[in-house]
């Protein structure tokens, strides 16, 4: 099984970020759905191997809105306590991404999916749409809806944010 070694070796990154984002910045989440996904991958390396990636996103995209249907609770640390920086510079930066994931975790789950999918994993709307199972024109919507969201709870830094 070396391929999935190889593959979790050059991917995890990625696949951690997209569910990082998919928790809403939850990274003890985050962590434990990649590792659910990833020892599912496992047992069914041979199956999908041939588009271990996308069977990845859409997996994660899954548990992350299966997990928050389990389970009605509040996370452990809320961003509302967290210190913002006074200075400006570099550290601006994670400033405003965090805002962005502040944003996102304001978002339902599946409008949230769509934007991480076509944004920050930079799938089209026809990838997204196979990844997450929907159609075509729900892709669009939630990805219209979606961002008209992020603008009202971000303002302009929204439209500035790399």
């Known amino acids: 099984m070396q391929d999935f070694e190889d593959f979790v070796a050059l991917r ?9 984002l998919l928790c809403g910045g939850d990274k003890g989440a985050a962590e434990d759905i990649l590792q659910d996904v990833l020892m599912g991958m496992y047992g069914k390396w041979r199956r999908i191997k041939t588009s271990p ?6 997996a994660l995209a899954n548990t992350a809105a299966n997990r928050w249907r389990r389970r009605s609770r509040k996370p ?3 961003f509302e306590q ?9 550290e601006q930066q994670v400033v405003d991404a965090d805002s962005v994931v502040r944003a996102l975790a304001q978002l339902p789950n599946k409008m949230r999916a769509v934007l991480v999918l076509r944004f920050f994993d930079d799938l089209s709307e026809a990838d997204t749409a196979r990844t ?5 024109g729900t892709v669009k919507s939630q990805t219209s809806r979606g961002l008209a969201r992020m603008r009202e709870l971000m303002g302009e830094q929204v439209l500035t944010w790399n």
């Open 12 to 20: 995890s990154q990625a696949l951690l970020r997209t569910a990082y």
């Open 53 to 58: 990636e996308a069977y990845a996103r859409k």
């Open 76 to 78: 452990e640390a809320p």
């Open 82 to 90: 967290a210190v913002t920086p006074t200075t400006t510079g570099h």
């Open 132 to 136: 997450l199972g929907c159609g075509l």
